[in-house]
């Protein structure tokens, strides 16, 4: 059974003529006519009753006629797929991204992606580093944002910034006058943090090794949202990105207190499986991220 065969008889099925349907399919008369008596003799069963003046398909005919229509546009259906992956900027692409960058870094990257390469909008999958790292290894995400380091076999990454680390204490804080701050006087029980398993939280203790590690769930957060909430209620201080802490994320009840060089600092990169097939969608993020223009960010691309 083939396609060609498909295309014939749905053409004498709409014409009713071997001539008008051998036309139409730009081959000869005799052609289609063995073509199709053959691909009956394969079904084991008539699908045209053939008068003197007329072809007409029989009841059985009817049926195969409809499914060889709905074939054929399966089979189109997926010439206009490949086709389209042809365009490595044209349909979606799954990008996942880490909690701790995705709000504050997608509003931009998504409005000068949409400069570069209209035709690829961003699928987004806001998870845990762990959990992307599992996503890109099954294919279901086609790269990811992530903090360095990020080694996984088989994934390829990009450093795409580095982002400067700030204290953010209260107003009213003795901190809020300091012009600036000693990773290691960020100590003690007041110091809030992201939960166990953030990679975020990981960075801040390694670039202030003295801050202490409370058990208690009223110094923990789930989210940097959170601890920038609980620092404004005066529960303590924090170390946070400096992308989350400018308009409209900071607010008038907390005080932002630079680092002393060397500043803290995280490296946040692009990563991607070993032979992914839209190399030019790789660059298209690369150029979106190169296009940014942010104080807050150190570019790298």
Request: charged residues 20%; aromatic residues 4%.
């Amino acid at each position: 059974m083939k396609l060609t065969e498909l295309r014939y008889i749905v053409a004498l099925a709409q014409d009713k003529s071997f001539s008008r349907a051998a036309e139409r399919c730009s081959v000869s008369q005799p052609t289609l006519s063995v073509a199709i008596a053959r691909f009956e003799d394969e079904l084991g069963v008539h699908l045209f009753e053939r008068g003197k003046s007329q072809v007409s398909p029989t009841a059985i005919g009817l049926q195969v006629v409809e499914q060889a229509q709905r074939t054929l546009q399966e089979a189109e259906r997926i010439r206009q797929i490949a086709q389209g992956g042809r365009d490595q900027l044209e349909g979606p692409l799954r990008l996942g991204v880490i909690h701790t960058i995705g709000p504050y870094l997608l509003p931009q990257l998504i409005r000068a992606l949409r400069g570069i390469a209209p035709a690829m909008p961003l699928l987004i999958e806001e998870n845990m580093t762990s959990a992307l790292a599992e996503l890109l290894d099954s294919n279901d995400i086609d790269v990811a944002i992530v903090a360095l380091p990020f080694e996984v076999p088989g994934i390829l990454t990009r450093p795409l910034y580095d982002e400067a680390f700030k204290v953010v204490v209260p107003r009213g804080h003795a901190w809020e006058a300091r012009g600036h701050i000693g990773p290691e006087e960020v100590t003690g029980d007041e110091v809030l943090l992201l939960k166990a398993g953030n990679c975020f939280r990981d960075q801040v203790l390694d670039a202030c090794p003295q801050v202490s590690r409370p058990d208690s769930d009223v110094r923990l957060g789930h989210s940097i949202g959170t601890i920038r909430c609980m620092v404004a209620s005066g529960l303590g201080v924090s170390v946070l990105p400096a992308g989350a802490l400018r308009q409209p994320y900071s607010n008038d009840m907390i005080s932002v207190i630079p680092f002393r060089p060397p500043v803290p600092s995280r490296r946040v990169a692009l990563a991607w499986r070993v032979g992914f097939v839209r190399p030019k969608a790789i660059d298209a993020l690369l150029a979106a991220v190169a296009s940014m223009e942010d104080g807050d960010y150190q570019l790298l691309v």
